[in-house]
């Protein structure tokens, strides 16, 4: 019996460290469907802000890609600088970007950026004893980015936008494949990408 309530407190006590912060990623898309398809051979992406602005988008930019690139779609990324640390014009940065001469330009404007640690402890039962200490704290660090994201290109200034809201956790980088799969998504449903 001893043992048995021991295994039941363990199993209540483990739970919680298993119920750890999951990954949300959501793309709110602005309603706004194209009669025809674009056709796009140049597309730009831009960011501003921090850093770790900066290293989301450059990111999500390597996956989005090579995602377009099936598509015969060729992909740049710029970082056009931080308008409230380094007090960057980022207009001009973006006209002087735009001397590769795209079809289309998806910006990525960050409105929340930060982070957060969160630890998880697990309980560790000894068996010789039946006695049950906890383990050292595990941490994790989730990075929590909201971007308005705006596609426009030289004939429009606006094709397409979203709001992009994701919680991830930092050194993850698989997560970004998945990011960029839901932003293609976004457009192809919008009809500015062909379906494949």
Same mark, same amino acid.
């Given at each position: ?25 959501? #793309?709110? %898309? !602005? @309603?706004?469907?194209?009669? *025809? ?5 140049? +597309? #730009?992406? %831009? !960011? @501003?802000?921090?850093?770790? *602005? ?5 990111? +999500? ?8 690139? *099936? ?126």
């Amino acid at each position: 019996m001893k043992t048995f309530l021991l295994s039941l407190i363990s199993v209540c006590l483990l739970l919680p460290a298993f119920s750890q912060r999951r990954t949300i990623l959501k #793309l709110d %898309v !602005t @309603e706004h469907k194209l009669d *025809s398809v674009k056709s796009y051979h140049k +597309l #730009l992406i %831009v !960011t @501003e802000g921090n850093m770790q *602005s900066r290293m989301y988008v450059e990111n +999500l930019s390597a996956e989005l890609g090579k995602a377009l690139k *099936s598509l015969q779609i060729e992909c740049k990324y710029q970082f056009l600088g931080d308008r409230l640390k380094d007090n960057a014009d980022t207009d001009a940065a973006l006209e002087k970007a735009k001397a590769w001469a795209p079809d289309a330009i998806l910006r990525f404007v960050p409105s929340t950026t930060t982070e957060k640690m969160g630890y998880t402890y697990a309980p560790v039962v000894n068996s010789l004893n039946n006695s049950m200490r906890f383990s050292s704290p595990s941490a994790e660090l989730y990075l929590t980015n909201t971007f308005d994201v705006k596609l426009i290109d030289t004939e429009d200034d606006h094709v397409w936008s979203a709001r992009l809201f994701t919680v991830i956790e930092a050194g993850r980088p698989t997560i970004f494949r998945r990011i960029g799969k839901m932003i293609l998504a976004g457009l192809r449903k919008q009809h500015v990408l062909a379906q494949s």
